[in-house]
């Protein structure tokens, strides 16, 4: 069966398109514009309740927002890439703990940096940027070279695709950790075939 991906090259869908490419199974891209209403449609409503992207259809089974994707793809597609542990390995929360980081500390913090908007770091869910800056400096220091030591999972691309987007778009910092992990991700020959690296 071919995993449906609805894109646009100016979204995070291109995180989901990387993802693909690494769990090396069939998929098809399917065009989305911005501007000629398509993702208000109610047949397009129906995959994406909030009409965005990224969002897939794997047969009757449609999902939408990044990091639920995610989950999906790489709970149910093991072979011929497993892309993460098992609902009773122990690395499991480790793995969560990092991909569930992207949506609730590192968009905010994006989104924050971008928007250039103070709030309360007791207020705010994810501090500031600051305090997600240090928290990513400080684990990605100890990744060797990845956040589950030589295991390469979807958390690593979900988090690593965001810092490469923050530091790109100068969001964040170029800290040594956050640099050198990116630097790692982008060598990655999936991420070379999409990204046109």
């Known amino acids: 069966m071919t995993v449906q991906l609805f894109h646009n090259p100016q979204s995070r869908a291109v995180m989901m398109h990387w993802l693909l490419e690494e769990l090396g199974i069939d998929y098809e891209l399917v065009p989305v514009a911005y501007d000629d ?48 542990p098992a609902l009773d390995d122990p690395r499991r929360g480790e793995f969560l703990r990092w991909l569930v980081f992207q949506a609730s500390s590192i ?46 999972t979807a958390a690593d691309l979900v988090v690593g695709g965001a810092i490469g987007w923050a530091m790109g778009w100068n969001l964040f910092p170029k800290k040594p950790a956050l640099g050198a992990y990116v630097a790692r991700l982008q060598a990655r020959p999936a991420y070379q075939k999409v990204m046109g690296g």
Do not use: C, H
């Open 37 to 84: 209403g398509s993702m208000r449609t109610p047949e397009f409503l129906a995959v994406s309740p909030l009409g965005k992207i990224p969002a897939i259809r794997d047969g009757d089974v449609t999902v939408s927002d990044t990091v639920a994707i995610t989950i999906y793809l790489a709970d149910k597609y093991k072979s011929p890439n497993d892309l993460a």
């Open 107 to 152: 968009e905010p913090a994006m989104m924050q940096a971008g928007g250039q908007f103070e709030t309360k770091r007791q207020s705010a869910g994810w501090g500031d940027v600051d305090t997600v800056v240090e928290a990513l400096e400080a684990r990605l220091s100890k990744a060797d070279p990845w956040l589950l030591g030589d295991w390469f």
